[in-house]
C-alpha cells in the first residue's frame, strides 16, 4: 500500500523539477537604471583573467559600437587608455580601483563601463577545437556610485558546428585538425570578442542594457522587454 503513494511523490517530486528548470529569467530591476538616465558612458580597461593577453585590447576595440547603437556617448577608448597611460595607471586593475567620483572629476562622463574578460582563445581537444570568449560587465553610475546594470554574455566558435559523425574518426580528426589550421592562420578570437561584445552590450534584448537618450526607441525603455 504504501509503494503506490511513494511512486507517487517522486512523480511529483520530479514534474515540480522539470517545471522548476522551465522558468523563466527573473526580469531585471531597472530602478536605478532609470532613475539615473546616463547620457554618456566612459569604458574602463578590460580585467582580463585569460591566458591570452590580448583579450583587453581585443574587447575593448568592439564595445563602442553597440553602445553608440544603444544610443549613448561613449568617450573614445584610445583617448581614454592614454590619459590612463600619461596619469601613471598601467593596469586594467589600477584605473577600475579609482574612485568613482575622480573619474566623474576627470572624464565628466555619466556612467562607467566595468568589463572582465573570463575566458578568450581556443581550447583544443582530439577531435574538435573551440574559439570562445566570456566577458561579464556592470555599468557604474560616475555620481553617486550606484550600480545600474550588470550582465555576461559568451560566444563560441562551436555554436555553428555540426559533428554528426560523418566520414568516420577519420573524418572528424581532419575536421578538427582544419579548423585548428584555421584558428592558428586567422584571428578567430578578435572576430568572436565582437560577437559576444554584441550580445553584451545590445539594448532592448532581455535584461539588456537600457537604451539611451540618443536612440530612437528611447521611450521604449518604460515598456517590459519580450
Known sequence: MKMPTLFKTLGLGMLLALLGGCVTQKPYDYTAFKQSKPRSILVMPPVNTSPDIQAGYSMLSHVTLPLSEAGYYVLPVAVVDETFKQNGVMSAEEAQAIPTAKLHEIFGADAALYLEITEYGTSYRLIASEVAVTAKAKLVDLRDGRLLWDGSARASSAENQNNNGGGGLIGLLVTAAVEQIMNSLTDRSHEIAGITS?????????????????????????KPVQ
Open 198 to 222: 554584441a550580445r553584451l552590450l545590445t539594448a532592448g534584448t532581455h535584461n539588456g542594457i537600457l537604451r539611451g537618450p540618443r536612440s530612437p526607441q528611447y521611450a521604449e525603455n518604460d
